[in-house]
């Protein structure tokens, strides 16, 4: 009875272990992979942020100097009269009253509504840059990451090589056939094995904790890297590079709508007719306790009125100096357009390079790997037959772990290559920024 009870229990320990389990590895975080990770970080990086932040005040601004302006005003005016009843402080004494005026054309604000069109125009740029900047660190973060891990894993074969060979050599001495210095040189080795996984595990911890605050992440959260460091093609729609980079580039759009807005601003100086016209409705409610009715024999409680001011300018000190400032401007924007559109054509072709070459430098390091794999399996034939020491195959594996290590950079090179490519062409972010 005993028996059975005990093993009854050990048996719904094992299962309660074994949910315990299910549900903890069911409520695992999945592993991050490099397309989640360019959207985390466009999305959340700080730097989008302040960029966000900084279009946002470009539109209040913006809508703020419109050209159109209209207030709406509810005022009292009380106010002791003695003798004819005037104005004070700028009103008819009265109960109550209320104001509207109505901008309907003002130059002045017109420039400045232009004004804020570029502004806003250069924000957004700023914007689209920053995301884009955040996608090219996280994927060379996520990259480097990938290669770190690689790196250790080669670093701790080599440790295991060395430390093969110093307990071979070891073994030697106590023989006597091998002297003090062969095993100083195997210590030292051993020694150099050892710094070299400690800086490797320093490196990669380096740029998890990087990767980690760009994605808006806890330094201390769990980051589990996941999926093939690989993206997909470019758009099959026969644009070439260069055009497809010309058409959506954040900068060079940016400054096309800016010199846009600059040049409608410059005309708006330029014209010679240029009336400021406004209008203005206003009524208020007057009370007899002021007087009014022994001065005006019409008086009449109900006052309101409505008419329009028409100003043409003849003369303004410093308008042609302004007139000149902006032109200055205008000149200036067209011709970093003209700067950027030639950089932009320059990283096209570095961006093509790049590509070619990580495409060739990742099939010399699949053949590497695949030349270590096969020396390792001969070398474990021959080790079974006796005809070699294991520290030769230590050797033989460290050597597959480097081929390893140089195929996963070369990996994270191509993969590096492909998103400034898709970052040119303007396919690379998926995400929007709200």
């Known amino acids: 009875m005993s028996s059975g009870l005990g093993r009854r229990s050990v048996v719904s320990l094992v299962w309660l272990c074994c949910a315990a389990g299910a549900r903890g590895q069911a409520g695992a975080d999945p592993p991050l992979t490099l397309r989640e990770a360019i959207d985390r970080a466009a999305a959340r990086a700080p730097e ?6 900084a279009q946002a005040e470009a539109d209040a601004a913006g809508r703020l100097s419109g050209p159109l302006r209209t207030g709406l005003s509810l005022h009292t005016d009380p106010a002791y009269v003695a003798g004819v009843p005037g104005p004070v402080l700028g009103r008819l004494p009265s109960i109550a009253g209320v104001d509207l005026r109505q901008s309907f054309y003002d130059p002045g604000r017109q420039i400045e509504a232009e004004e804020g069109k570029a502004r806003l125009a250069q924000a957004q740029g700023e914007v689209g840059i920053a995301r884009l900047r955040a996608a090219e660190q996280a994927a060379a973060f996520f990259g480097r990451c990938r290669a770190g891990d690689a790196a250790i894993r080669a670093a701790e074969a080599r440790v295991g090589a060395r430390r093969s060979a110093r307990d071979r050599t070891a073994r030697l001495r106590e023989e ?16 150099q094995a050892q710094q070299e996984l400690r800086r490797a595990r320093s490196e990669r911890e380096l740029d998890g904790f990087a990767l980690r605050r760009l994605l808006g992440l806890p330094a201390d ?3 589990t890297l996941g999926g093939e460091p690989s993206l997909p093609e470019p758009s099959p729609d026969g644009t070439d590079d260069l055009a497809a980079a010309r058409s959506t580039d954040p900068r060079l759009r940016a400054m096309g709508e800016r010199v846009a807005a600059e040049e409608r601003a410059v005309r708006i100086r330029g014209r010679l007719f240029a009336p400021v016209v406004d209008a203005s409705a206003q009524y208020s409610r007057l009370y007899k306790t002021a007087d009014w009715d022994e001065f005006y024999r019409t008086f009449k409680p109900d006052s309101w ?6 100003n043409l300018p003849l003369f303004a000190s410093g308008r042609s100096a302004a007139a000149a400032r902006a032109t200055a401007r205008l000149d200036r924007l067209r011709a970093e357009r003209a700067a950027r559109e030639r950089d932009l054509e320059i990283e096209v072709r570095r961006t093509q390079q790049a590509l070619l070459q990580a495409r060739e430098g990742i099939e010399v390091a699949q053949l ?3 030349v270590a794999a096969e020396d390792l399996r001969l070398a474990r034939a021959l080790l079974s037959e006796g005809r070699i020491e294991p520290a030769d195959l230590a050797e033989k594996e460290q050597l597959l772990a480097e081929a390893q290590r140089d195929r996963t950079r070369a990996e994270a090179d191509l993969a590096l290559a492909q998103v400034g490519r898709l970052a040119l062409r303007g396919e690379l972010l998926l995400v929007t920024v709200p």
Do not use: H
Request: proline share 3%; hydrophobic share 60%.
């Open 48 to 53: 989008v942020a302040v960029a966000a932040a």
């Open 176 to 191: 006597g056939r091998a002297t003090v210095l062969d095993e100083q040189r195997a210590r030292l080795l051993m020694a």
């Open 221 to 223: 959260a769990p980051l």
């Open 305 to 310: 009125s409505i008419g329009a001011s028409i």
């Open 368 to 370: 590497s790997e695949a």
